[in-house]
């Protein structure tokens, strides 16, 4: 079972460089999001979806930019990247019941992002 | 914004040895999650919690949903070397289109065999 697959695990940039972390999933869930996690300071939450073509801010949305154009796919972009954005990226995914998901959230792997 | 307080932030502890960790709220929540990350790895769940009061057990792991609904503990009896990693908690006030998790800060357990 693949479940929550990033891609790619690690990445080097340039300040001001743009990429795609890219973030699928093959169970099916309708809330899909993102957080960092930077030592110290837990998982924050960046973005998340409840859905196809819905997108929402969550505590640390500055600099990153999302889309949700399918179910299975969200991927995160930085469009101008700087060094405070160096950390580790996770994806992750739950069920939800009507509007509201169960917090029972299914994390990818991973991927780490340097940025020079 | 809700903010979790996890402690402690890290433990070294000898394999054998129980484990405890809590984590406290000054907001109320109705659902209490904790989380296991291994090194290199993305958290996965352990526990989840709906109830204020409610116990709940998964192999040596308990954890408990606090009656006021503002703090959790979870305990690791007879630790054994692949329990290390960060334990998270995270709390969720659900209700109308709210979606989000609130995570502490974790606390690192290193386990000595």
């Known amino acids: 079972n693949a479940g929550v697959t990033q891609t790619p695990k690690f990445q080097v940039l340039k300040t001001g460089q743009s990429m795609t972390l890219q973030c699928a999933q093959d169970?099916?869930?309708?809330?899909m999001s993102w957080y960092r996690q930077d030592p110290g300071m837990g998982l924050r939450l960046i973005h998340y979806?409840?859905?196809?073509?819905?997108?929402d801010q969550g505590e640390v949305p500055n600099g990153y930019n999302v889309s949700r154009s399918t179910t299975e796919d969200f991927p995160l972009r930085l469009l101008s990247a700087a060094p405070s954005q160096t950390s580790v990226y996770f994806c992750?995914?739950?069920?939800?019941?009507?509007?509201?998901?169960?917090?029972?959230?299914?994390f990818g792997e991973g991927s780490r992002l340097t940025v020079l | 914004g809700q903010q979790l307080n996890q402690s402690p932030q890290s433990m070294f502890i000898q394999e054998g040895e129980d484990v405890s960790m809590n984590c406290t709220s000054s907001?109320?929540?109705?659902?209490w999650l904790w989380y296991k990350q291994d090194p290199g790895e993305g958290p996965v769940l352990l526990i989840a919690?709906?109830?204020?009061?409610e116990l709940t057990s998964n192999g040596r792991l308990t954890a408990q949903f606090g009656i006021t609904r503002k703090d959790s503990f979870l305990n690791i009896s007879a630790s054994i070397p692949s329990d290390v990693g960060i334990y998270f908690c995270?709390?969720?006030?659900?209700?109308?289109?709210?979606?989000?998790?609130?995570f502490g800060k974790g606390t690192l357990l290193t386990v000595n065999p």
């Open positions: 992750a995914s739950s069920y939800s019941r009507g509007f509201a998901n169960t917090g029972e959230l299914f």
């Open positions: 979806s409840v859905g196809a073509g819905i997108t």
């Open positions: 995270a709390g969720q006030l659900r209700g109308g289109s709210n979606y989000k998790l609130t």
């Open positions: 907001s109320i929540f109705n659902t």
């Open positions: 169970m099916n869930h309708e809330y």
């Open positions: 919690l709906y109830k204020a009061g």
